[in-house]
């Protein structure tokens, strides 16, 4: 029961997404809320997503939320019930925000401003009722008697009931640096091993830094540990001066992030992932008969820039320069090795500082998904990031946060 006797019924810590709505939340539901931000700024991450755009849902039913996250997804049933994909659509809208969606699903404001996403949910904030304490980072989160002490730089304050929603590692320049795993750990959860997700993966392979700044729309990847695939995607593929980016490579970097020996592994590169094998095989036989004194590069069955039809063709071991004509089998079959199976070596990623979301995080089996309240404290909720829930790229992770954050605001007020 919160009490009086408490300087604010609730304290929620952590002006992020999540924060943001569970502040939102309780405080229209009539409790004295704070929120407690680090930064001069509330929703830094918001800010910067999305290319300063904010992909802040994915175009499908809560379902798709649920199927996106594998595994992790049952502990989203409940917060999508409360708070899922049309309600955050129409929350924007109602706050003069009106969204779009793009071919891949993604949906983004009409006005490509991640600022507008930000400072909707200030003035849906300020309406609350909500108390903002900005660049007022909790330096402690403490139990006392039936609630929390919490101390900040400029003072100690009670509380009948915490919300952490303090992130987690991810984009550390915007105040995540893990704060809330300690008090969370502290207070006897555990703590599933963190990494950096939705991460560029880092190459040493000179010929992926010559190709930096071509985007290839439809391509595959794999990761492999040897032969052995551990994960396959199919999208749009970047290749940047340190290795690999693009929403395909962020899909699967948290296989290369979480494996204990990340330089052991390997990348495979689908140029043609609309065909084949057999089909990329039948179609240089046709065209070295039929096309001979072509170049080689011209007729290979890819649609993607010359240089790196080229770099198709080095890694094939033949001339750049070399005409179609005469295409033995044992080129031909090397040829459609590496058009469908280009191997190149991994060395890690870029780590925290260039990570969209953490994966690990606070273990779900300690939070009830029900209401989002820590089965181990009386009183105390997670949501957002510091929870061990990741999902793809796509604005998955941002409907988890608005999610998690309005149920727990909801719970810990006591609707």
């Given at each position: 029961m919160i009490s009086a006797a408490w300087d604010w019924d609730i304290a929620v810590v952590g002006a992020g997404a999540a924060g943001l709505m569970a502040a939102i939340r309780a405080a229209e539901?009539?409790?004295?809320?704070?929120?407690?931000?680090?930064?001069?700024?509330?929703?830094?991450?918001?800010?910067?997503?999305?290319?300063?755009?904010?992909?802040?849902?994915?175009?499908?039913?809560?379902?798709?939320?649920?199927?996106?996250?594998?595994?992790?997804?049952?502990?989203?049933?409940?917060?999508?019930?409360?708070?899922?994909?049309?309600?955050?659509?129409?929350?924007?809208?109602?706050?003069?925000?009106?969204?779009?969606?793009?071919?891949?699903?993604?949906?983004?404001?009409?006005?490509?401003?991640?600022?507008?996403?930000?400072?909707?949910?200030?003035?849906?904030?300020?309406?609350?009722?909500?108390?903002l304490g900005n660049e007022e980072p909790a330096l402690d989160v403490i139990r006392e008697g039936d609630g929390f002490r919490l101390t900040t730089p400029r003072r100690t304050l009670t509380a009948?009931?915490?919300?952490?929603?303090?992130?987690?590692?991810?984009?550390?320049?915007?105040?995540?640096?893990?704060?809330?795993?300690?008090?969370?750990?502290?207070?006897?959860?555990?703590?599933?091993?963190?990494?950096?997700?939705?991460?560029?993966?880092?190459?040493?392979?000179?010929?992926?830094?010559?190709?930096?700044?071509?985007?290839?729309p439809d391509?595959?990847?794999?990761?492999?540990?040897?032969?052995?695939p551990l994960g396959t995607k199919r999208g749009s593929l970047l290749f940047a001066h340190f290795g690999l980016s693009g929403p395909v490579v962020l899909d699967l970097s948290r296989l290369v992030s979480g494996h204990p020996a990340p330089s052991s592994l390997g990348l495979e590169i689908?140029?043609?992932?609309?065909?084949?094998?057999?089909?990329?095989?039948?179609?240089?036989?046709?065209?070295?008969?039929?096309?001979?004194?072509?170049?080689?590069?011209?007729?290979?069955?890819?649609d993607v820039p010359a240089r790196v039809c080229e770099a198709i063709l080095t890694q094939a071991g033949l001339p750049t320069d070399r005409k179609a004509a005469g295409l033995s089998k044992p080129d031909r079959q090397r040829l459609v090795a590496a058009i469908k199976r280009c191997r190149l070596g991994v060395t890690g990623t870029l780590g925290y500082a260039k990570a969209e979301v953490t994966a690990g995080g606070v273990s779900l089996a300690e939070v009830d998904s029900r209401d989002l309240r820590s089965k181990l404290v009386p009183g105390l909720y997670l949501a957002g990031e510091i929870l061990d829930l990741d999902g793809p790229i796509g604005g998955y992770n941002f409907q988890a946060a608005w999610s998690t954050g309005w149920l727990a605001g909801q719970s810990a007020a006591g609707a």
């Open positions: 539901l009539g409790r004295r809320v704070v929120l407690l931000e680090k930064n001069r700024k509330v929703g830094v991450k918001i800010l910067m997503s999305g290319g300063t755009r904010c992909n802040i849902t994915h175009d499908c039913d809560d379902r798709g939320i649920v199927a996106a996250y594998g595994g992790q997804g049952k502990f989203l049933h409940s917060p999508l019930a409360a708070f899922g994909v049309r309600d955050t659509i129409d929350f924007f809208h109602a706050e003069g925000v009106p969204t779009k969606v793009e071919e891949t699903g993604k949906v983004f404001p009409v006005s490509d401003r991640a600022l507008d996403v930000q400072q909707a949910l200030l003035r849906r904030l300020q309406r609350s009722g909500a108390t009948g009931r915490v919300i952490v929603t303090t992130g987690g590692l991810s984009f550390p320049g915007c105040g995540t640096t893990g704060d809330g795993y300690k008090w969370a750990t502290a207070f006897g959860h555990t703590l599933v091993p963190t990494r950096p997700a939705l991460v560029p993966i880092t190459t040493a392979v000179p010929w992926v830094a010559d190709l930096r700044g071509i985007t290839l391509a595959g990847v794999r990761v492999v540990e040897g032969d052995k689908d140029f043609a992932a609309t065909l084949r094998e057999p089909d990329v095989d039948e179609h240089l036989k046709a065209e070295s008969l039929a096309s001979g004194k072509k170049l080689l590069a011209s007729i290979l069955p890819v």
